[in-house]
């Protein structure tokens, strides 16, 4: 049973709904030629960053004062509950930039600073991934909610890898990820949180990151989990701290992804 | 003006429709674990593929059975007509395989062997766009057509430059782009016919690849003119038989591109 209060997690949804109402708007707007004199083609998603964390931390601030919070553009914010939030309110900027809709919204609720409830929202495609302890379902606009789980692809030379650029890892790591992506059947990049999102409804098997943030991956935990799914940090513990992060769609493909990775863990 | 006549404007519309009706049913399903021993990930693709060209095909045979037919999947059927179309049904089959909605359907009309209108496709979006000499629009469901332009970034430090991936470059190719890449404010990759879309629609500035077959860039040759880009091979030139391609949102863009691709043209 999740630890999550019934009230608590529609009020997620809420929070989603209403960065979603910032965010959405400024997409494929205004991001062309016309700003080009003054480096502004960054200005829309700055903006869009800007007014989505501002509509969640008014809200969160209005109706659970008590609650921390931590986002990606205005910082953290100590409360005095057992619950806290983290927020990016634009993750995947440069899809963001390109006009390509896999940018997502991504909320976590913690508790005492674990990760208990994860929404990865997706307003360009309007799909919204959420996930608990009790499970992680798929909610689109005007259907009912959708359960959702991994593949349980359980070989690499069956798995579908992704990870957003393989830039920026470091040598080791680069390597590491080589040698896993080898054996992989398919590799693909440049999909940020809506890799997770997607390796939780079951069409993408493993994802291999480093360089994540607090904010990047708190929501992502909550969510792999209840879809069955496995991730933790290159050595297989919890301790995120240097934004390494694994997720697989079975225990036996992360135990073969870990075992490459070790080296560079 | 456009040489296209409006019925056969409207039936390649048309011809859009019933491929989406065999292609998107089948995305994001069936694509797991449950195919591992037989390498049946790739059946679902197959399977769409096939299937959307036999609907486009049979509509085409049924009326207008004088008009010339080159598809992907089955191939070329000669015709009688100064018309004929070239087909694929799905664009983009690894992001298919992902689960990932950016996958195509790519449909062109020529005139005698000459690309005169352009439809991208993008079921799992909802978007459709189309061009020809008489400009370029985007069609979503419900919604009124609307006009689209790319953006006209003229200068490589402000522009969004994509490909689908850097391997499909010869040596000198993958230098030639490298260069190119070095002076863009931003690269991604992995979007196939969709970059091209995007373009069109002026969020991204440059497309340059290779590796292309008639079928993947007959279609976004119309597209991208009508909506006021340029797009030729990488002498500047309108033979593609080598299968590379530029694609900009402006001649000063384009001129600066070809500037730097020349040596390995």
């Known amino acids: ?101 896999s940018w997502t919204t991504l909320i976590a609720l913690l508790e005492r600073e674990r990760p208990a409830l994860g929404i990865v929202d997706t307003p360009a495609l309007g799909e919204l991934y959420i996930g608990d302890e009790d ?19 359980a070989e690499l030379g069956e798995a579908r890898l992704t990870t957003t650029d393989p830039a920026l890892f470091d040598a080791a790591g680069a390597a590491a990820f080589a040698e896993v992506a080898a054996r992989c059947r398919l590799v693909r990049y ?8 997607r390796l939780a409804a079951g069409t993408i098997d493993l994802v ?20 069955g799914g496995v991730i933790s940090d290159w050595r297989g513990g919890q301790d995120y701290g240097g934004g390494r992060v694994v997720a697989a769609a079975s225990e036996a493909l992360f135990d073969a992804a870990l075992a490459l990775l070790g080296p560079a863990a």
Chains 1, 2 share one sequence.
Not at 40 to 48: E, I, K, M, Q, R
Not at 190 to 197: E, F
């Open 1 to 101: 049973m999740s630890i999550v209060p019934p009230e608590l997690r529609a009020f997620a949804l809420t929070l989603a709904d209403a960065a979603r109402g910032e965010t959405l708007p400024r997409f494929q707007s205004g991001c062309g030629a016309d700003n080009k004199n003054e480096g502004g083609a960054w200005d829309p998603v700055t903006d869009a960053d800007r007014q989505g964390e501002l509509a969640i931390r008014g809200l969160i601030e209005r109706h659970f004062p008590e609650h921390g919070i931590s986002g990606e553009e205005f910082g953290v914010r100590d409360g005095s509950s057992r619950w806290s939030w983290s927020l990016d309110p634009v993750d995947g900027t440069r899809a963001f930039v390109f006009g390509l809709p």
């Open 135 to 153: 499970g992680a379902f798929l909610l689109r606009a005007g259907a009912p909610a959708r359960g959702i789980a991994v593949s349980g692809c």
């Open 190 to 197: 440049g999909l940020d949180a809506y890799g997770y999102a």
């Open 208 to 227: 291999i990151e480093s360089g994540l943030k607090p904010h990047d991956y708190n929501a992502l935990i909550p969510l792999v989990r209840g879809a």
